[in-house]
């Protein structure tokens, strides 16, 4: 029997079941779908208790998932609904049976029959088709099924599309008829074959998106737009299974150079490319060009042109408008979860996403500078808007970045920490944010947390390569190379040019005590991409751990050279001199960077002075490392350089202090 969908209210709150949104106020407001189910069911049963047990199968299907999950969601739930775990006015807990919805509801009321009728005069024109409907949907069946990566998909000619969002938004002209009737064909399509094969993900059609151009007199006006822009589509069609898409840091790394010989070079699995170019229009507007090519043959599979509207509103629906056209265009099909995950807007306030917009583009500059820059906008769009997922999720990004790279773990772990539960109270089960922060409870040598976050980030979503980092730096850190290795190549795999991969991929290796492996992998990504500073400088501690001192030196040099003298490159460096015997260049360097009063991670200036012989003072930077968290320690206990130290009590103290000591790596290598 067909379900009736109705709208519960409950004061000022309506939870629609046939849109899938909660409403406040008529405002629509961000609920992750798991919370929203979890509501829905508690509400539709309200007249009875529900146990665990029962939301496990009925809203989780079954899944293998945590007591503490269930009762995020139900504080989430609480919360979005006014109410709290002291009062239990709305959901009540009822010890050791389960819970119950105990508000206020005002009568199911059915889907006005209004708006049936105005859906009915809408798909009017579609009623000619009503008898040839079932033929033509058993004619399109075959040709909707994902393409393998042998051809590129049959078009017999250029499919184009131009779609235009004015600034009234509500003339139904002559072209928005003819769009509305397509979309409600392929709707009536999509929505007879809503289920798809599984397929190996090696069969399913492979896109990288490159950064979108700009065409403008003012290029840096529009760029963090155009790269914002670039960011979301990604993140909309990797919503789609049948499809797979490369990450944002992959695709990035092509923003200088999108010649498709050199993609090919690159990444030569990548079936289709995804291009595009912003332009500003005479009045103000937006204007998008956008189009997918078959890369081995060049060939145009599909093109469209797009007008955002001046305040920027519109942007989101452009953004699902080519996700689904480009879907359409390489013949994958969606299911409805994920036609309503594309139809999700992130935010409702466009004042807030144009600075979360800036905030990105700051924090894809990567200095210390732009890295706070990008913190302070995203906490100004969140207090325009405080739903904002997305800007929570980026900010703690952020302060992670920040924590492995410029600034004392000690003080901006508890940022990371707060921002995530920010993240997790608005999406329990956010996987993303799960990743985020097993990696960076990773570098602050918080085991057992580290391997239950990532663990619960791995079986929610299987395609996040952080996450396999996070689990690669683990595995490092308790010595376990063979695991180390099975990691890094998930990790690379899913996301082959992004630059914290490769950085923290040769360390893991290279701190797992397998120096040729680091080796081989340091090449791997400097020929994929020659401008990754960090990269030369890991290479170089790896070199001259197996003796080749001249070839450290150079790729230390390098390191320095492309990161224009950050201190930290700087250090490395000093590391190379001493391991070559020129004390007095390891020695001009160490003031150097003293005086600059830049935080660089102690634990590699410990190494400096191990290298020159000044075991006193390796342990007093040492003891700083231990004082200020830094996430360098979680290598401690494996590093190839320290083997002169395996039994000097300082050592097997420090060991302890950071839980990988013997007693503690017992329990941890039986993960």
Not at 531 to 539: D, G, I, M, S
Not at 622 to 651: E, Q, V, W
Request: proline share 5%; glycine share 4%; hydrophobic share 40%.
């Amino acid at each position: 029997m067909k379900e009736i969908l109705v709208i519960y209210r409950l004061t000022n709150i309506d939870i629609d079941t046939s849109k899938f949104e909660v409403r406040v106020d008529g405002k629509r407001i961000h609920v992750e779908p798991k919370l929203f189910d979890l509501i829905a069911y508690l509400i539709k049963n309200r007249d009875r208790i529900i146990s665990r047990e029962e939301l496990f199968q009925e809203v989780w299907l079954g899944r293998d998932v945590s007591d503490t999950t269930l009762s995020n969601h139900i504080n989430s739930a609480r919360k979005l609904l006014g109410d709290n775990a002291e009062t239990q006015q709305v959901i009540k807990t009822i010890r050791s049976r389960g819970y119950q919805f105990i508000g206020n509801v005002e009568d199911p009321k059915k889907l006005d029959d209004q708006k049936e009728t105005a859906v009915s005069s809408l798909l009017k024109p579609l009623e000619t088709l009503s008898e040839t409907t079932p033929a033509l949907i058993s004619e399109l069946k075959p040709e909707l099924k994902p393409e393998l990566k042998t051809e590129p998909v049959a078009i017999p000619e250029k499919a184009q599309q131009s779609h235009s969002l004015s600034l009234m938004g509500h003339l139904f002209t002559k072209s928005t008829w003819m769009f509305l009737v397509a979309i409600a064909l392929v709707a009536v399509v999509l929505s007879v074959l809503n289920t798809k094969p599984a397929q190996d993900s090696e069969t399913l059609p492979y896109l990288l998106v490159v950064p979108f151009s700009v065409s403008s007199h003012e290029p840096r006006q529009w760029q963090p737009f155009a790269d914002q822009l670039t960011r979301e589509l990604i993140q909309d069609l990797r919503k789609i299974s049948a499809l797979k898409a490369l990450p944002p840091p992959s695709s990035f790394a092509f923003k200088k150079n999108k010649h498709r010989d050199y993609i090919r070079s690159q990444l030569p699995d990548v079936d289709y490319v995804l291009d595009g170019v912003v332009s500003e229009a005479m009045d103000g507007s937006i204007q998008i060009t956008a189009e997918v090519e078959h890369l081995a043959s060049g060939r145009l599979i599909w093109n469209g042109d797009f007008s955002v509207n001046r305040d920027q509103s519109s942007v989101f629906a452009i953004q699902n408008e080519i996700a689904s056209a480009v879907s359409d265009a390489l013949q994958v099909l969606l299911v409805k979860e994920e036609k309503r995950a594309l139809a999700h807007t992130p935010t409702q306030v466009p004042a807030a996403h144009k600075l979360y917009t800036q905030g990105q583009f700051q924090l894809s500059q990567m200095t210390h500078q732009s890295v706070l820059n990008s913190i302070q906008l995203f906490n100004r769009a969140i207090v325009l808007d405080p739903q904002y997922e997305q800007a929570y999720f980026a900010k703690s990004n952020a302060y992670r970045l920040l924590m492995t790279t410029y600034e004392p773990p000690k003080d901006v772990f508890p940022k990371v920490v707060s921002s995530a539960t920010d993240v997790l109270t608005l999406s329990p089960d956010s996987a993303e944010i799960k990743s985020s922060l097993g990696l960076a409870y990773v570098h602050v040598w918080l085991w057992k947390d580290a391997w239950k976050m990532l663990n619960e980030s791995w079986q929610a979503d299987n395609t996040i390569a952080n996450t396999q980092l996070g689990f690669a730096l683990y595995y490092s850190a308790i010595g376990d190379s063979n695991r180390v290795k099975q990691a890094l190549a998930m990790a690379d795999k899913l996301d082959p040019l992004n630059p914290e991969i490769a950085d923290w991929g040769i360390w893991a290796l290279m701190m797992g005590d397998d120096i040729e492996a680091a080796v081989a992998f340091a090449h791997q990504k400097i020929n994929l991409n020659p401008e990754l500073p960090h990269a030369y400088t890991a290479l170089a501690v790896a070199e001259y751990i197996r003796g080749d001192l001249d070839k450290s030196l150079s790729m230390a040099e390098q390191g320095v050279k492309l990161s224009h003298g950050e201190p930290y490159h700087k250090i490395i460096l000093a590391q190379a001199y001493a391991a070559k015997g020129r004390v007095k260049q390891a020695e001009t360097l160490l003031l150097d960077v003293e005086q600059l009063e830049q935080y660089v991670c102690p634990y590699e200036t410990a190494m400096v002075y191990l290298l020159l012989k000044d075991t006193k003072q390796a342990f007093q930077y040492f003891d700083k490392a231990l004082d200020n968290k830094s996430n360098c320690l979680m290598f401690i206990r494996n590093d190839p350089r320290l083997k002169t130290l395996k039994n000097d009590r300082r050592y097997l103290s420090l060991l302890t202090a950071v839980g990988l000591n013997d007693d503690a790596i017992g329990h941890l290598i039986n993960k």
